[in-house]
């Protein structure tokens, strides 16, 4: 009932800055609470940022804490991440997720996914 299509992707030198974007359609977007999620090559998909549907209320792994920003623009039906100092280790396919639930760390929770947009970051 949700689609998810995420765009910004690309290869960047390590300190530079990428803008993720989620574009959603289906229903309405403001009920559900969005992720972002990454899994690079040989590893678990790991959680990166969420914002809550309620209050905007953020949540971001402590990898990326200060360095990266989730928002949402509901008007757009759509929801980025922005990325600053990016360093080599955040290289990943990186997702976003949509969920109905208060649990917004945890992947199992997530009822809808994007196919996914690759970041490399190189030295």
């Known amino acids: 009932q949700v689609q998810l299509v995420e765009s910004g992707g690309g290869a960047v030198q390590a300190g530079d800055s990428l803008r993720l974007s989620c574009a959603a359609s289906g229903r309405t977007f403001s009920r559900y609470a969005m992720g972002w999620f990454r899994q690079a090559p040989g590893k678990e998909r790991e959680f990166v940022a969420a914002?809550?549907?309620?209050?905007?209320?953020?949540y971001y792994a402590d990898f990326v804490k200060g360095r990266f920003t989730i928002s949402r623009d509901n008007a757009k039906n759509t929801v980025y991440l922005q990325m600053k100092s990016l360093k080599t280790e955040d290289t990943a396919v990186y997702y976003c997720?949509?969920?109905?639930?208060?649990?917004?760390?945890?992947?199992?929770?997530?009822?809808?996914w994007g196919q996914g947009t690759q970041v490399t970051v190189s030295s």
């Open positions: 914002i809550s549907w309620s209050e905007s209320i953020t």
């Open positions: 997720a949509a969920t109905g639930t208060n649990v917004l760390r945890r992947a199992e929770n997530y009822d809808y």
